[in-house]
Nanobody, 122 residues
């Protein structure tokens, strides 16, 4: 069984920083791309950032470019979202979404973290 655990959310003042983490564990043969989404009640889930399994390709939503940085640790099983110069509009529940092969023969499956609340407010 695979688990995807997020941590790092909280309350921060505008202009502040937070780092979210997403760690995969359990029955894993190989990890694929990871995506960070966020969602505000009443709105569609928004793709914020994504990183390939080897860390070589990274994309950001225009709304966070220059402020957010996505990285993988050397082991590859934890992905971080470093959020800087936070704005009230960044307040949302943040979810990680990880592509995972549980076995060598697949299939590729997607797993979601439990979500972590980020609130930017003075």
């Amino acid at each position: 069984q695979v688990q995807l655990v997020e941590s790092g959310g909280g309350l921060v003042q505008p202009g502040g920083s937070l780092t979210l983490s997403c760690t995969a564990s359990g029955r894993i043969f190989s990890l694929g791309d990871l995506h960070w989404y966020r969602q505000v009640p009443g709105k569609e889930r928004e793709l914020v950032a994504q990183i390939t399994s080897n860390g070589r390709t990274i994309d950001y939503a225009d709304s966070v470019k220059g402020r957010f940085v996505i990285t993988r640790d050397d082991a590859g099983d934890t992905v971080f979202l470093h959020m800087n110069n936070l704005e009230p509009e960044d307040s949302a529940i943040y979810y990680c979404n990880q592509d995972i092969w549980e076995t060598e023969l697949g299939p590729l499956q997607q797993y979601w973290g439990q979500g972590t609340q980020v609130t930017v407010s003075s």
